[in-house]
């Protein structure tokens, strides 16, 4: 039973973690590397992300910088940042490629407000289906004579309080990261 709650648990806090890796990729209008972590570069015939071919820098708060490892590949990575829904369009000189990060608009920030509040949706729904199946699973245990009815009660409280938790967890990040969309 115990090792069903942790397992519940582990993949729970997995849901709320993935949901932070997603928000990270969220253009803010401040330059953070993370913003490029999720493009994908065809890189000698197979899609490799693109910190793994360039080093990514902030040297001002809006600007990014991106320094591909080998030269022959600016062009592949111009068209993977092109082709991403960053909105973001590079320029290069031969060696560096620049991206600037234009003001967002409101009616930008309010799609993009939406778009974490569906990332977010996606992540208590995660959540939830977890539960679900752990639930589903100490029915069965209990119908087929291996837990009682009262170990059944006390676990599906427990794992409704590990539920409850993760996806506070889940309406803090959103709440804090509608915050920084929305700071002009």
Known sequence: MNQRIDDA???MEGAVKNLGGEF???????????????????????????????????????????QPFDRTMIGAIEKAIMESDLG?????????????????TEE??????????????????AVRNVRR??????????????????????AQGEVQKITDAEVKAVDDMLARKEAEIMEV
């Open 24 to 66: 990270a990729g969220l253009r803010t209008g401040r330059a953070t590397t993370s913003l490029l972590d999720r493009i994908q570069v065809d890189a000698y015939g197979s899609p490799t992300p693109l910190p793994q071919v360039a080093k990514i820098h902030a040297p001002e708060p809006r600007l990014l910088t991106v």
């Open 133 to 154: 199946d752990v639930l589903n699973e100490f029915k069965r245990a209990e119908k087929d004579g291996e837990v009682s009815k009262n170990d059944l009660g006390r």
């Open 9 to 11: 648990r582990r993949r």
């Open 108 to 125: 930008r920030r309010k799609e993009l407000v939406k778009v974490a509040h569906r990332m977010a949706e996606e992540a208590r729904v």
């Open 88 to 104: 973001l369009t590079p320029g290069n000189d031969g060696n560096l490629i620049r991206l600037p990060l234009p003001h967002l």
